[in-house]
């Protein structure tokens, strides 16, 4: 709780940029998904890094906790007051700084979105290829080490942010990396903000690496008699080696609320999304191999999308199978969940995460980047109804366990927040511990974004 005058302190500092407002405190104490926290005491919209800086002076002097805000888009409750404190709000900061088109590199604000970045970038030939799906911001990828459905060519975010500006607990800023293509001057303070989902610091700044607009597009849609027989083409083409900008696959249960929601016509039947990005020359061929695979595995229904608007309004329904699936059941909210294992485990685990979602008696599709062996489970209950959410959240903590079992991670992409904490252990053992330590050493109040991703601190 904050006391009166540190309250006064910080509308003396941020006035019209300080909300105390019931509205605003409860549009920060949303999720996307079922993790719930509790309010904030005041939202603060800075709009520049000196004024994060201050914030988190003031926050030390007075040991009020400090939570970022981009989207509000996660869904691990990453960005949730779990003991009051101060939501950031970066909505402000969302320019884009610096284009160096020459080095491939753009250095931005982190309120800024990815669509409206590629807006920015639009007339230049370049695109910023990181596409979770949701119209995030720049800042909150790259804290939660965000990826999706572009992650099996271009990367995640972790291969696609070169450096940061970083506000400390105790309001120094810091800047790391460089504009040079590498570097092996000491630790990769990058790659450790990267994914630390503001338990260290505040992004305040991003450079990001860029890609070239591809010269031409090819997407199909196949539908498969089975689900493993969906699965065992996509291992079967990472495997031959050919790289699709994206292969996403969609059961049957999802495309049937797609196919509702954004009125569609596909098989009842599983899917596979692809699309591949290159020179006309080298995509005819990628298409061919993967036509030949797509029949070798039984694919029904192979179709191409040739056409700007045909390609847009199928992405356009992947992207939105998450409300699809919720609007199949009126009234449900969901657990959403999602594990990345090894391709040549990935068969088994889809397969094995379905029957035990198809005997829990809770409506489940799956979907997914199984390119890179990330898949989705959106587990849809009925919010009144306790029994329901305990066998979600058993079937997620399944989920998880068995990715570690076969060799993978508790989430390819959703990140940890508070919502997958009991799970760090098993898959980090004593390295866990590790992560707090470092917490500690950056943040020894306990004041960035505290209750989320590492140890409990006392």
């Known amino acids: 709780m904050i006391t009166e005058p540190a309250l006064a302190e910080l509308r003396a500092t941020f006035a019209d940029r300080l909300s105390v ?17 509790g309010l904030p005491d005041a939202v603060v919209f800075p709009r520049a890094t000196e ?15 400090l939570i970022g805000w981009g989207a509000g888009t996660s869904l691990e409750g990453h960005a949730l007051a779990l003991a009051g404190g101060v939501v950031v709000d970066f909505r402000e900061m969302a320019a884009v700084l610096e284009l160096r088109p020459e080095d491939r590199l753009v250095r931005v604000q982190p309120g800024i979105t990815r669509e409206a970045l590629n807006r920015e970038l639009r007339t230049t030939g370049l695109m910023f290829s990181v596409d979770p799906g949701a119209n995030a911001t720049l800042g909150g990828m790259a804290a939660t080490r965000a990826s999706g459905t572009t992650a099996v060519c271009y990367g995640t975010m972790r291969d696609n942010v070169r450096g940061l500006e970083v506000v400390l607990a105790d309001g120094r800023v810091i800047r790391t990396g460089t504009g040079a293509p590498k570097s092996s001057a000491g630790y990769d303070l990058t790659a450790l903000f990267v994914g630390s989902e503001g338990t260290l610091g505040l992004i305040t700044g991003l450079t990001l690496r860029l890609h070239g607009q591809p010269e031409a597009v090819m997407t199909a849609v196949a539908a498969f008699p089975s689900v493993g027989a969906a699965v065992d083409c996509v291992m079967a083409v990472m495997q031959m080696g050919l790289t699709p900008a994206r292969i996403e696959f969609l059961d049957a249960d999802t495309v049937a609320a797609c196919n509702a929601y954004s009125h569609l016509s596909l098989p009842p039947a ?32 192979l ?45 088994q685990a889809v397969e094995e995460t379905r029957a035990d979602i198809a005997a829990s008696g809770i409506p489940g599709p799956i979907l997914g980047h199984v390119g890179d062996g990330n898949f989705h489970a959106i587990l849809m209950v009925d919010p009144a109804r306790p029994d329901e959410i305990a066998v979600a959240k058993g079937l997620a903590d399944r989920m998880a366990e068995r990715s570690l079992r076969l060799g993978g991670t508790i989430t390819g992409e959703h990140g940890v ?15 866990w511990q590790l992560m707090g330590a470092v917490k500690r050493a950056l943040d020894p109040l306990n004041l960035m974004n505290p209750g989320k991703l590492v140890p409990g601190q006392a």
């Open 21 to 37: 407002a019931p509205p605003v405190l409860a549009e920060h104490a949303q999720s996307e998904s079922l993790v719930a926290g």
């Open 51 to 65: 004024a994060v800086a201050a914030l988190a002076r003031w926050s030390t002097a007075h040991r009020v906790p």
């Open 270 to 301: 599983p899917q596979l999304l692809v699309e591949f990005h290159g020179h006309t020359a080298a995509l005819d061929e990628d298409v061919s191999r993967f036509r030949t695979l797509a029949t070798e595995h039984g694919a029904k229904g």
């Open 303 to 347: 179709d191409w999308a040739e056409k700007q608007e045909d390609r847009t309004r199928l992405w356009a329904a992947r992207h939105a199978a998450y409300r699809a699936i919720l609007a199949s059941r009126p009234g449900a909210k969901a657990v959403v969940t999602d594990v990345c294992v090894p391709i040549s485990r990935l068969a």
């Open 417 to 431: 927040g508070f919502g997958k904490l009991g799970l760090m252990a098993a898959e980090h053992g004593a390295g």
